[in-house]
Each structure stands twice: as structure tokens, then as C-alpha cells.
């Protein structure tokens, strides 16, 4: 018997070239890392469904190309989303600067003001750190976002993540469909709402 479905959720992966988007959404949905993984021409785009709280839920997940020249392709894979991941290299600070311009893109194209949206430090296998976490915490505490940092080579933080993100979708009213069974609405809750449990090790933060 096929699995009920709660809701089907839209998420985008966004950021500059080279921070490691294609690779957490390789790790996340094929448990696999390539080393030498081609960058993103135009948009790529894989499925996967995740159980939260003893819910199926389908996430169909939007990778954008971060070169310049393949953003023209990109407002129109803002249009419904319930999330966002902006990705930056903790190793390289170029890219955490850029977020604020992909926050801007975000607010633009969003079709959905109470969009959610994650900040990602990705890369932190390397060794030649240039963004401490307190750096990206503050600028997630100042966006109102969550946060977490990961290794798509290592696996860290990559599950978490996705689970969190989604986790945080269902809380919201409104921004997806709910769905009916037994006379009720499904609620998901969390006994906090200010940080998430530790997943796999690596805490989550709603700052």
C-alpha cells in the first residue's frame, strides 16, 4: 500500500556559484558526494519524501545555477515556494557577503511572504575558515532565519537541515495545504519554539 501523503513542498536551493548547492542536494536526496561535481547550468531539480512526526512529506527541491548569467532563468522558480535555503562557503567570505543579495532576490520573487528560509554554512571540512558561526549566526539572527552550518563531503548538518526546514513549513499556518483525515486537521508541534533539538549532533537554530 502506498504511503498517504500529508503535502507536497517547493524548495529552493540559492546562492553564488561554488558553495556546495548542487552537493547538499546530492547528499541529501542520494546519500552520495562527488568530488568532482560539474557547477549548475540553469536549474536542477530532485525529489525525495522525508517522514516528520510520523508524516510523509514530498519535498520537490530547486537547485539555481549562482553564475550571472543564468539568473534571468530563475524568478519565475521563486513563484509558490515554502522554502528557502541560502548557501554559503565558510571559507570563502565573498559568499557570505553575496547572501544579502539572495535575500534581496528572495523578497523579490517570493510569491509567499511568510516564506521560510534557512541559512546554510557549508564547507566546514575545510581547514581555511574566513566566517566563524557566531558570524553566521548573527547575520541569521538579523534576516530572522534558521540556521546551521554542514559538510556535504562529511554528511554534517546535511539531513538536519532539510528535516528542520520542513519541520518549520509544517508550523507555519498558511503556507501550505493542510490536509483532512478523520475529521481533523494534522498538527504538528514542538515543545520549543525558539531552537530544535540536536539532529545527528548538530543543532539547528531559529534565531
Known sequence: ???EILTTLKI???GESGVGKSSLLLRFTDDNFDPEQALTIGVDFKTKKISIDDNV???AIWDTAGQERFRTLTPSYYRDAQGAILVYDVSNK??????ETWLDELDTYSTKSNIVKMVVGNKIDRENREVSREEGMRFARRHHTLFI???AKTRDGVQCAFEELVQKIIQTPGLWDSY???GGNIQVTRDDDTSVPSCAGWKCTLV
Open 94 to 99: 565573498q559568499t557570505f557577503a553575496k547572501l
Open 180 to 182: 483532512v483525515s478523520s
Open 1 to 3: 500500500m502506498e504511503e
Open 57 to 59: 512529506v514530498k519535498l
Open 149 to 151: 552550518e554542514s559538510s
Open 12 to 14: 529552493l536551493i540559492i
